[in-house]
């Protein structure tokens, strides 16, 4: 009785073409689509303004911004963010890089103190002339929203004592009692601040 040949087939290239797309596109399809439509539709259920951006919306419904990303206040009537080493855009966020004792960060923090009056106030707390390493931050501490309240106070011409009690109603601790120092978000005070009037 003859016995049939056992010799291993070759495989062609072609095969081997073949069976490394379809490793590529089932991968793509759980990597690329998936996944990420899974984390989003669960963010979306347990956390829809998150999910969305922490938009922030005026009367009329516009988006006026995002709660988790800082937007620069110049004007005297506003309270300043910290300074930010992409100028608050959010495409390229990131930190200056700079060490302590770089000329260049000393030059900038001596610029940022000129906008503020340090004779009559006191030090500037750290927050108000050193950027985050995001550029972005959202949030500045309670002292340097307190230490901005007499300058906004004049320039809306209201009482301090207004203005300190709504920078105080604003601060929270976002990460509860593991945030050691109260914080405030610079957008929703200045928002907080416009609908006072």
Same mark, same amino acid.
């Given at each position: 009785?003859?016995?049939?040949? /056992?010799?291993?087939?070759?495989?062609?290239p072609?095969?081997?073409?073949?069976?490394?797309?379809?490793?590529?596109?089932?991968?793509?399809?759980?990597?690329?689509?998936?996944?990420?439509?899974?984390?989003?539709?669960?963010?979306?259920? =347990? *956390?829809?303004? *998150?999910?969305?951006?922490?938009?922030?919306?005026?009367?009329?419904?516009?988006?006026?911004?995002?709660?988790?990303?800082? !937007?620069? #206040?110049?004007?005297?009537?506003? #309270?300043?963010?910290?300074?930010?080493?992409?100028? #608050?855009?959010?495409?390229?966020?990131?930190?200056?890089?700079?060490?302590?004792a770089?000329?260049?960060?000393?030059?900038?923090?001596?610029?940022?103190?000129?906008? #503020?009056?340090? *004779?009559?106030?006191?030090?500037?707390?750290?927050?108000?002339?050193?950027?985050?390493?995001?550029?972005?931050?959202?949030?500045?501490?309670?002292?340097?929203?307190?230490? !901005?309240?007499e300058?906004?106070?004049?320039?809306?011409?209201?009482?301090?004592?207004?203005?300190?009690?709504?920078?105080?109603?604003?601060?929270?601790?976002?990460?509860?009692? =593991? /945030?050691?120092?109260?914080?405030?978000?610079?957008?929703?005070?200045?928002?907080?601040?416009?609908?006072?009037?």
């Amino acid at each position: 009785m003859a016995t049939p040949d /056992t010799k291993p087939r070759e495989d062609g290239p072609v095969l081997h073409i073949v069976a490394g797309l379809r490793i590529v596109l089932s991968t793509m399809l759980v990597c690329c689509i998936a996944y990420p439509a899974v984390i989003l539709l669960a963010g979306r259920m =347990l *956390s829809p303004g *998150s999910a969305e951006g922490s938009l922030l919306r005026d009367e009329q419904g516009r988006v006026i911004g995002s709660e988790r990303i800082a !937007q620069g #206040f110049t004007r005297p009537e506003y #309270f300043w963010p910290r300074p930010s080493a992409v100028d #608050f855009d959010a495409a390229g966020a990131g930190g200056s890089n700079l060490s302590p004792a770089s000329p260049d960060l000393r030059s900038r923090v001596e610029a940022a103190l000129r906008d #503020f009056d340090v *004779s009559s106030q006191g030090p500037v707390p750290a927050d108000l002339v050193a950027a985050s390493g995001s550029g972005l931050d959202p949030d500045i501490s309670l002292a340097a929203a307190r230490y !901005q309240a007499e300058r906004v106070a004049r320039a809306r011409g209201v009482a301090v004592e207004a203005v300190l009690e709504l920078v105080e109603a604003q601060a929270r601790r976002p990460g509860g009692p =593991l /945030t050691p120092d109260r914080l405030v978000n610079v957008l929703q005070l200045n928002i907080a601040l416009d609908r006072m009037r």
